[in-house]
């Protein structure tokens, strides 16, 4: 599991140096060194290539329930078009770093420092500072986001 922060430093020409912890669950649990990086807006996401899989299936179920329509709606093709066209395999080096494109770094604000943000099955890499932004608001509404969760999925205690 894919858990904690870690802090980098993105090397100029955007090379990630993965932690050790990280590149042992890619290699054990999933025997692979091979990460699927796409864009949110904010940060990008890193898979190891099983779990894009199974993301990316998920679409395809979304797709079947659509088959009566021509075409899915327009946010759907829009969310495709952006995480699914942003994706980039990046395997790791013999250093144990991922190579990630000016695009993806320009896309996000990803600058020298950044923050690997362990997430269960996958990990995000965010910008130090736009992360910490982003931790605040969270700090800040804590008790509304906890108890918006609680509800909304019929959580108690």
Not at 41 to 57: F, G, M, N, Q, S
Request: hydrophobic letters at 35%; a positive charge; glycine letters at 8%.
């Amino acid at each position: 599991m894919f858990d904690g922060r870690r802090s980098r430093i993105l090397d100029p020409k955007g090379r990630l140096n993965i932690p050790a912890l990280y590149k042992n669950i890619l290699r054990g649990k999933y025997r692979d060194d091979r990460l699927i990086v796409t864009n949110l807006p904010y940060c990008l996401l890193a898979y190891p290539v099983d779990e894009w899989r199974i993301k990316v299936e998920k679409w395809r179920v979304i797709e079947e329930k659509l088959g009566p329509y021509l075409f899915p709606p327009p946010e759907m093709l829009s969310l495709m078009r952006y995480l699914l066209g942003g994706a980039v395999e990046c395997r790791l080096d013999g250093q144990g770093r991922i190579l990630i494109s000016p695009e993806l770094r320009a896309e996000t604000g990803l600058k020298r420092d950044v923050v690997l943000q362990g997430m269960s099955t996958h990990f995000e890499i965010w910008d130090k500072d736009r992360l910490n932004k982003e931790l605040q608001k969270t700090r800040d509404n804590f008790d509304q986001y906890s108890s918006d969760i609680t509800a909304k999925f019929g959580i108690s205690g």
